[in-house]
């Protein structure tokens, strides 16, 4: 496939003045998965601010207005331990969802959360199941304590193959669900899940991990949370963060609701102080904040999704359809090589995500920040060097 500059630009919908590139926008903050590749070596770390950053799923927009009124208020207790402010959100929290703060569970972003609970429930003889390719956090997690993994590979349509999964649940100490699912955005009504969970709970002794990290991004009209599953039976536990649709990944609050038998259990692998001043305050800004700022994030993410997944179709790429703040592209070649060209060119996208090898995963970032990169991503892909 060859598509040039011009074509791209068409497809973008706009003239001349409307496409030329912007000033490179700067996005504070990195993911978890961006600062992984620079540890490990796969990257040199980025040291300009002079870059596009489209690789680590974060709300380019940052915290919400009100927000960012109270966390200035809230640096003056930066001197104290988080204790109250940890009390307070946890009861925020569980006021939120209608629950007891015995059904909450804290913890420095999902992250922690998921870790807590292959800690919990995995050891070497109880395995963890998961998707090839989802969220790694907890396949990472079991890998650096010597616990198996059975990793089932998504179906033709990049869904979770939960058949597969719960096939697989016999002898697992746990079952991860990532709902939407990270990195395809594909994901499961309501009907399903329960479906899967009632049988993993019937054929197994494993706990299910429903990762929700995008429950708000998600408009789909079967969709609906785990919640309630998790609360009826300790073996499921639904996993929350405010790093996505609240603007917060920098300040790593993350949070649990179930049954108050699965929240003791992990209880007692949790780091004590997770939740910093800071982060705390945030977070219970944004739990309260008007709906109005919630909704204006879901629609320029969706306005910013539409965009990204109508530029590369017109241009003649699969695009998986998307639930989330991110969209996954089939290119039809290697993405590692696409990725460090865009690199050079100022443009950060998604590592690849075996074994979908040919899928390159872009954020979605601002409208200004999409026109911008777009073009260069589309440059790239039509190089054939």
């Not at 209608?98 to 922690?112: H, M, Q, T, Y």
């Not at 939407?180 to 019937?202: C, I, K, L, S, Y």
């Amino acid at each position: 496939m060859t598509v040039s500059r011009r074509s791209f630009v068409r497809i973008l919908g706009g003239g001349a003045g409307a496409v030329a590139l912007p000033s490179l926008a700067f996005v504070n903050g990195r993911g978890s998965e961006a600062l992984a590749a620079v540890i490990s070596g796969e990257v040199p770390p980025v040291t300009t601010a002079d870059v596009y950053r489209l690789d680590s799923n974060e709300n380019p927009r940052g915290p919400f207005p009100s927000v960012m009124a109270r966390l200035r208020e809230a640096l003056a207790g930066s001197s104290r331990y988080p204790y109250q402010v940890s009390s307070d959100l946890r009861a925020a929290i569980a006021a939120a969802h209608g629950v007891k703060n015995e059904n909450v569970l804290l913890g420095c972003g999902s992250g922690e959360i998921l870790r807590v609970s292959i800690d919990a429930w995995c050891s070497a003889t109880k395995p963890l199941v998961t998707a090839a390719p989802t969220y790694e956090g907890p396949a990472n997690r079991a890998n650096a304590m010597g616990i198996p993994v059975r990793a089932v590979r998504v179906g033709a349509d990049l869904g979770l193959d939960l058949a597969a999964m719960a096939a697989a649940a016999t002898g697992a100490g746990v079952v991860f669900l990532c709902n939407p699912n990270n990195p395809t955005g594909t994901v499961h009504g309501a009907a399903a899940v329960r479906d899967f969970v009632e049988r993993v709970v019937r054929t197994s002794e494993a706990t299910v991990v429903v990762d929700e990290a995008y429950h708000e991004y998600c408009e789909h009209p079967d969709y609906a949370s785990a919640r309630p599953l998790a609360l009826a039976t300790p073996r499921v536990v639904v996993v929350r963060t405010l790093s996505k649709a609240f603007g917060l990944a920098g300040l790593r609050v993350g949070y649990a609701i179930g049954h108050k038998d699965a929240i003791a259990a992990m209880q007692r692998h949790r780091l004590a102080n997770g939740i910093n001043q800071l982060g705390g305050a945030a977070a219970l800004a944004a739990l309260t904040a008007g709906a109005s700022e919630l909704d204006r994030e879901r629609a320029l993410n969706r306005d910013g999704r539409e965009l990204a997944t109508t530029f590369f179709r017109k241009a003649g790429y699969t695009v998986t359809p998307s639930h989330a703040n991110f969209v996954l592209v089939d290119i039809g070649r290697a993405v590692k090589p696409v990725q460090e060209a865009l690199r050079t060119r100022g443009v950060l996208v998604g590592r690849p995500f075996p074994p979908l090898d040919t899928h390159l995963r872009v954020s979605i970032g601002t409208a200004e920040e999409l026109r911008g990169a777009l073009p260069i991503i589309g440059e790239v892909l039509s190089a054939r060097t």
